[in-house]
């Protein structure tokens, strides 16, 4: 018999390589790879995520309540008016650079320095300030750190040893932030009695600068014939319009100036420029 024929055996396929998918799949990974690791890429990110923290921040806020990016605050726009309040805290100054500064139309026209606290302190740089500050135009006051548990009357006198105050200069300022362990009565009386003195030699009624919450706790109703200087952070308008005497608004204790190397109160002076004249020492 004939053999029988054998069957041809099927060989497999042999499968090709995916030499091009892989080379396609290579250089997409190190394409993204790149666009991870640029500095473009985290340019945009960081860009995008500021964009949305400061949406969240303006919220609540009035449209035009710009920020000023040369100050780095936000400043209210009905007000034309601006200054500051330096002490020890800011270092030495360069004031002519501070008068030069403007962003669009705001500058700085005044400035408090601090002067003296309590009976025995004098600030360090408060007369370089006193003697620059002027110098440079801008208007000056002078202020004094009040110690509820100290003597009035005696601190008075200790400011004014300290400061001479001339024509064209801003009323001083009792400067009130606590009560040093006292009650609000002994407290009151010290303002009282410092108020007092420092207006029978300056002759003209002196400033209250506080805090808004202090004010509101105990000195509304007491002290309502003298201007009133409260700070009040974080608002798009002061919350004492029921208060006719207020005439600054510290509205930021942060702001950036050129010429001071640190932080700074920015105040707003309530009227306008006629106003501001009319409240400077005669």
Sequence with gaps: MPAPKKKPVKKAPVKKKKQGKTRYWVIGLAG?????????????VLKTFSSTWQWILDAGKKSNYKVYKGFDIYIPPQYNIHGIDVSYAQGRINWQKVSHMREDSVHISFAYIKATEGLTKVDPYFKRNWREGPKAGITCGAYHFLRANKNGTWQAR??????????????????????????????????????????????????IYTQLSFYADYLAGYFDDYPIWIAHYGYDDINLQQ????????????AKVNGIGHTVDFSAFKGDSAQFQHMLIH
């Design 32 to 44: 993204i790879l790149l666009v991870l690791l640029s500095p473009f890429y985290y340019g945009y």
């Design 243 to 254: 208060h006719n005497n207020w005439v600054f608004w510290q509205h930021s204790d942060a």
């Design 158 to 207: 200790f400011f004014l040893q300290n400061v001479s105050i001339e024509t064209g200069d801003l009323p001083p300022v009792a400067d009130v932030e606590t009560l040093d362990g006292e009650s609000p009565d002994v407290m009151r009386k010290t303002l009282h009695d410092f108020l007092t003195r420092v207006q029978a030699k300056a002759g003209v009624k002196p400033v």
